[in-house]
């Protein structure tokens, strides 16, 4: 298991940008995948970003990509970043820290196939 906190939400002007932090604990020696969901009141958790163990590759959900920015601090992925910028008020949600050891492409859009989950950080953004 790995553990994983957030921080870096906050309150920000439409056209902002904020740059979230997830840290990672525990067997960060592990080959984890990295990701990015999200959840506004009375919807599903979203898909927003992820990036694989290696650092290769980083993968985005269709309502992000171009503004927003994934990254990791080392190649252990124990410090991953989402920088976001052009925020639009629909962006506003709790965004969440995942991981999983799934490398399939297919598999890491999918919410149900992380086993480790952070608190989450609020991101509003006002028009």
């Known amino acids: 298991q790995v553990q994983l906190v957030e921080s870096g939400g906050g309150l920000v002007q439409s056209g902002g940008s904020l740059r979230l932090s997830c840290a990672a604990s525990?067997?960060?020696?592990?080959?984890?995948?990295m990701a990015w969901f999200r959840q506004a009141p009375g919807q599903e958790r979203e898909f927003v970003s992820a990036?694989?163990?290696?650092?290769?590759?980083?993968?985005y959900g269709g309502s992000v990509r171009g503004r927003f920015t994934i990254s990791s601090a080392d190649t252990k992925n124990s410090v991953v970043y989402l920088q976001m910028d052009i925020l639009k008020p629909e962006d506003t949600a709790i965004y969440y820290c995942?991981?999983?050891?799934?490398?399939?492409?297919?598999?890491?859009?999918?919410?149900?196939?992380?086993?480790?989950w952070g608190q989450g950080t609020q991101v509003t953004v006002s028009s």
């Open positions: 990036i694989a163990s290696n650092g290769r590759y980083v993968y």
């Open positions: 995942a991981a999983t050891l799934t490398q399939s492409l297919a598999r890491i859009r999918e919410a149900l196939n992380y086993d480790n």
């Open positions: 525990g067997r960060t020696f592990s080959p984890y995948t």
